[in-house]
């Protein structure tokens, strides 16, 4: 059974961080949620939408929001993790509420995560990070994306009347939203115009590792993420 999130931010590894590592990562936040809502637009066409439209904007204060939570936990024992949950819980709730499945929800948290792994490396190396620091920031980081899609599942199955996004059974866990043997359940096409038919795609791919439950990527980080994102020394 999934361990529920802590309440505050004392069990993970950040928190046991000096409180200045946070710092020289505030002025950049902007810059990745700007590139979160790129590689989420390319992935997921039904979450596109106009950066000055009511949806845009939404979609990119609660990014903001996510990252602005864990880069506070950095350093901080007692940041508080419940509105960040009751946002994923909202969420979750607004794709059922849509007649979506968790799939492009659960897509967009895992792209989200993948930028901000490849941000964390270079800030690394731009910042002369120990190893153990980039390890306590990126295990975190795995924690939090686990916990955040738990968090989308639980709204989701509480607008569904407790069923999961298969319609058949308890949301407990997100594993069958990764799960590569799932087929694709379809979607109602979208009420709103698709990108541009030459929209950039992402100039990587998702590793095999990447598509697999954010809960059992717990390991070597050379292995999880796409090649050429990992610096060969810190």
């Not at 999934?2 to 590592?21: C, N």
């Not at 390319?42 to 903001?64: H, K, T």
């Not at 948290?109 to 306590?136: E, N």
């Not at 109602?188 to 990447?210: E, L």
């Amino acid at each position: 059974m999934a361990q529920p999130f802590p309440h505050t931010s004392a069990e993970l590894p950040v928190a046991k961080l000096p409180a200045e590592t946070a710092a020289p990562l505030r002025p950049h936040l902007t810059a990745a949620v700007e590139e979160m809502v790129r590689e989420i637009e390319n992935l997921v066409p039904e979450y596109a939408r106009p950066p000055e439209s009511p949806y845009g904007q939404r979609m990119r204060r609660q990014i903001r929001q996510a990252v602005q939570h864990f880069v506070d936990a950095i350093g901080n024992p007692d940041q508080d993790w419940d509105a960040v949950t009751a946002i994923f819980e909202g969420i979750g709730r607004y794709e059922a509420r849509q007649g979506r499945d968790l799939d492009g929800l659960q897509t967009a948290i895992r792209v989200s995560g993948q930028v901000a792994c490849r941000r964390f490396i270079r800030d690394a190396r731009r910042l002369d990070w120990p190893l153990d620091v980039l390890g306590h920031i990126t295990e975190s980081l795995f924690v939090f994306l686990e916990k955040i899609a738990e968090a989308a599942a639980r709204g989701y199955a509480g607008a569904r009347g407790g069923r999961s996004a298969s319609g058949n059974g308890p949301a407990g866990g997100c594993a069958t939203c990764w799960s590569p043997s799932r087929p694709p359940a379809a979607r109602p096409s979208p009420s709103w115009p698709a990108p541009r038919a030459g929209r950039r795609r992402a100039p990587w791919r998702p590793s095999r590792c990447a598509r697999r439950p954010i809960s059992s990527r717990r390991c070597c980080l050379r292995r999880c993420w796409p090649t050429g994102t990992l610096p060969r020394r810190i």
